[in-house]
């Protein structure tokens, strides 16, 4: 994980290494949760069409995205896949006050390859372990990534975290857990309805219980170090109906 820290910072230095004019014509740096690709690449063309600097996006793991802004990443903004890393940063004194806001939701849902012909019905001691067939199950890590801790909350609420913990493949993020199921190396993955949604390569098997696991939000916030004069405007664009619309376009919204 220090690993992949230091070089994700090492690339944002990079973007932010221009002369000052740059820096002024550039749009906002954003980190963002690797689950919000698609969405957010919209929103930043929608933007940009309204005449602002597109936004430059940088996506990985929530965790990782926080540890870049503790190490002192020179981005604006921070959209998180759950309340606790954004919680992490802003412990640290590192966001805007005042510009935190909740700015989606989602859902958990199971996937497995398009040409899988596994079926099950996803509920308390649901058999896991046995459609896994000594396979895989890819998710994001659960140590640390949002993806995966919803995952294992959920696994340990319906009784079946036990049976499958030694197979589970973990991946940096959510979408390396997608990656994994669409290229035949998990039978079986958990990963965001979004995810899912954006593949053509898995469908999804079953869509665990709201109940089954803390709920699955964005918060998206200003940093304190951000010097970008665009970055609040975008900000409040995502925030905004339009911006929500552009979510939706994409699976995001209430549970």
Do not use: C
């Amino acid at each position: 994980m220090k690993a992949a820290v230091r070089a994700l910072l090492l690339a944002l230095l990079a973007l932010v290494g221009a002369s000052p004019l740059a820096a002024q014509e550039r749009g906002p740096l954003v980190l963002a949760a690797s689950s919000l690709q698609e969405a957010l690449n919209e929103a930043a063309d929608r933007w940009a069409s309204l005449r602002h600097p597109r936004p430059v996006l940088s996506f990985a793991a929530s965790s990782a995205l926080a540890r870049q802004v503790e190490a002192g990443a020179p981005a604006d903004l921070f959209l998180s896949a759950d309340e606790e890393w954004m919680d992490h940063v802003q412990g640290k004194g590192l966001l805007r006050p005042g510009t935190r806001a909740r700015l989606t939701e989602n859902r958990l849902v199971l996937v497995a390859p398009v040409a899988s012909r596994v079926s099950l019905r996803i509920a308390r001691s649901f058999p896991l372990a046995k459609a896994l067939g000594g396979g895989r199950l890819a998710l994001a890590d659960p140590a640390a990534v949002p993806a995966g801790r919803y995952a294992r909350e959920a696994l340990v609420s319906l009784g079946v975290w036990t049976g499958v913990a030694g197979q589970i493949a973990a991946a940096e993020n959510v979408r390396a857990a997608l990656a994994l199921v669409e290229h035949g190396a998990a039978p079986l993955g958990i990963v965001y309805a979004t995810d899912a949604r954006a593949s053509k390569a898995v469908r999804v098997v079953g869509v665990f219980p709201p109940a089954s696991h803390r709920p699955i939000t964005y918060p998206v916030a200003l940093l304190k170090t951000s010097r970008n004069p665009q970055a609040e405007g975008f900000r409040r664009f995502l925030i905004s109906r339009e911006g929500r619309a552009i979510l939706a376009r994409h699976g995001f919204g209430a549970r």
